[in-house]
């Protein structure tokens, strides 16, 4: 008990002589020339909040973009597109050719109001292989033929 309150009474006093508006030797606001550390300004507080860039405020642009991948040898066929008019509203497609053969064609709109709705629509037919049900196959080798254990009557001295 009587180390707890030590420990305890030691911790408040180290507090007291702590300056906390200036960084620490082993904080990286103690550098300010490195060029990935911005010292943030002190509002009075003991901690001052760090003053970082909201992500998201950009103004929104129109855009427009198509790619598309059709290589033979693969089986690889797919593309998309989409474009935007720069006011939240965004419209595009994307077809991607399946391993049944059919080819699978996703359009879709995105908009604040309604969000993102997809017309999806397939084209073609799709084409399995017959169904061959598997036969018995005998390995090919021969089962292992274990010898059986000989067990012999064990001589009882007689009495």
Known sequence: MNVFLLAALVAVVASEGYDYSKPSVYSPLAYPTSPYVSTPTHTGTAHPSPAYAKSNEHTPMPYNFAWAVKDQPSYNDYSHQESSDGNGYVTGSYRTLLPDGRTQVVNYKADD???????????????????????????????????????????????
């Not at 059986?148 to 009882?156: D, F, G, S």
């Open 113 to 159: 109001y309604s969000g993102y709705v997809a017309d999806v629509k397939y084209e073609g037919e799709a084409k399995y292989q017959e169904y061959k049900p598997a036969s018995y196959k005998s390995a090919g080798y021969p089962s292992p033929a274990y010898p059986r254990p000989t067990y012999q009557n064990p001589a009882y001295p007689s009495p």
